[in-house]
Structure formats: structure tokens, C-alpha cells
């Protein structure tokens, strides 16, 4: 099993900046893809920003040249930083991992339990 610890939420004004930060644990053999997720009030869970065991980088069309994701490979963990926040960036922000436990065992995907973003005059 892998535990997910997110942290770094807050509510900040608009065209402020958060960092968002997610560290892995548990029965970890190796981590694919890790990413972040948000989910706004009424709608559904969205896709932000993916990163690749290699470093290749996805981001979704609203966050592109605002947002930058990263990760540590020796600890376990990816980032988010969020810069030019916006009213609409109001979400839970959900991380999500591939892992696998072991060189035989298949690749699940582990979600934290979401640390809430809030962006308000």
C-alpha cells in the first residue's frame, strides 16, 4: 500500500502564488507517472498537470505557463507550484501516483485525500 501526504493549501489572493507539495511512502518499488488533479464545487475531477518517471511534463490548457510541476525522485515526492493564481484555480487539489510494490507486481494508481486551494479578495 502507498500513502500520499499533500500540504501547501491555502487561500491566497488573486494573482498570488502557492506551492503544493505531495510525498509518497509506503510499498514502493518504483513511481511512473505522478500528477496533480483538482476538483471544483460542482464539477468534475480535472486533470492540472502530469509529470513522467523520465521528466516529461503535461499541463492542462487553463494552467500552461502558470503552473510548473516537478518531482524528487530520491524522495518520493512532486510539486506544484502555482503562480498568477486565479478565482477559477478554487479547488481540492488531489495528488495521484503509478506505483508498483515490487518488479512483478502491475501498477495501481493512489490518491491523496486533497488539500483545498483557495483563491479570494
Known amino acids: 500500500q502507498v500513502q500520499l501526504v499533500e500540504s501547501g493549501g491555502g487561500l491566497v489572493q488573486p494573482g498570488g502564488s502557492l506551492r503544493l507539495s505531495c510525498a509518497a511512502s509506503?510499498?514502493?518499488?518504483?513511481?511512473?507517472?505522478m500528477g496533480w488533479y483538482r476538483q471544483a464545487p460542482g464539477k468534475q475531477r480535472e486533470l492540472v498537470a502530469t509529470i513522467t518517471s523520465g521528466g516529461s511534463t503535461y499541463y492542462a490548457d487553463s494552467v500552461k505557463g502558470r503552473f510548473t510541476i516537478s518531482r524528487d525522485h530520491a524522495k518520493n515526492m512532486v510539486y506544484l507550484q502555482m503562480n498568477s493564481l486565479k478565482p477559477e484555480d478554487t479547488a481540492v487539489y488531489y495528488c495521484?501516483?503509478?506505483?508498483?510494490?515490487?518488479?512483478?507486481?502491475?501498477?495501481?494508481?493512489?490518491w491523496g485525500q486533497g488539500t483545498q486551494v483557495t483563491v479570494s479578495s
Open positions: 509506503g510499498s514502493i518499488f518504483s513511481i511512473n507517472a
Open positions: 495521484k501516483v503509478e506505483s508498483k510494490r515490487a518488479i512483478w507486481a502491475p501498477v495501481f494508481d493512489y
